[in-house]
């Protein structure tokens, strides 16, 4: 079953076309990698697909039904997008960020143990505690890959996730890659972190805007 799906996707600034004619079908339960030079578009199509930007023509679908069609709120509860800043709340703790974030994404009542999310990210308790302001770029962006797992979502568009990480956290990630798409997700990641593409079920690559290449690992 195809997840998420773009058709003929272009985005262009200043009349200049920053993606062309993009195609690709993303089914459930695979994990994707976006390569591509530095300005080749990949956050721009990432944001697209997590539906934050809307497309100058051709269009995105989730299951089948166009983007525009579903209402923000369902939305937010289905993708997940880490973006290459982590995109907390400094003055609040990792605990306090995720609990903000899933109070506005999922709906009330819904449980969350926003303590063994960070732990399983690698977060000691004494450092859940404090304010992210006085963390490093790796527990950051640990942070962040909690808040993903917070979501619930089904589909995880993911920005150069290993920034910050060292080997240990690199370890993780791929496991909770590799745990989240057994689970049925669907992941696209995009990188310049040769350690990933192993990971792959499927590779895509932009250049200038386009789609040249799309081979499976």
């Known amino acids: 079953m195809t997840r998420l799906a773009a058709e003929a996707v272009g985005w262009a600034v200043e009349g200049r076309f920053v993606l062309v004619d993009v195609a690709l079908a993303l089914p459930a339960g695979s994990l994707n990698v976006l390569t591509g030079e530095n300005g080749a578009g990949k956050s721009t199509l990432l944001d697209i697909l997590a539906g934050a930007r809307k497309p100058a023509r051709g269009h995105v679908a989730l299951d089948g039904v166009p983007l525009a069609e579903i209402a923000p709120a369902h939305l937010a509860r289905r993708i997940a997008r880490l973006d290459h800043t982590p995109g907390l709340y400094l003055e609040l703790s990792a605990l306090e960020n995720l609990q903000l974030f899933h109070g506005l994404v999922q709906s009330p009542g819904a449980p969350l143990d926003a303590a063994a999310l960070l732990e399983r ?17 790796g527990m950051l962006q640990r942070t962040a890959l909690a808040r993903v797992l917070a979501s619930g979502a089904d589909v995880w568009l993911l920005d150069e996730p290993s920034t910050g990480l060292d ?5 993780l990630l791929a496991d909770v890659l590799a745990d989240v798409r057994a689970r049925g997700a669907t992941v696209l990641l995009a990188t310049h972190d040769p350690a990933l593409l192993p990971l792959a079920d499927a590779r895509l690559h932009l250049s200038h805007g386009r789609l040249v290449a799309a081979e499976v690992a």
């Open 121 to 137: 990210v690698g977060l000691a308790a004494r450092d859940q505690r404090r304010p992210v302001r006085g963390f490093s770029r």
């Open 167 to 171: 080997r240990a956290g690199c370890a």
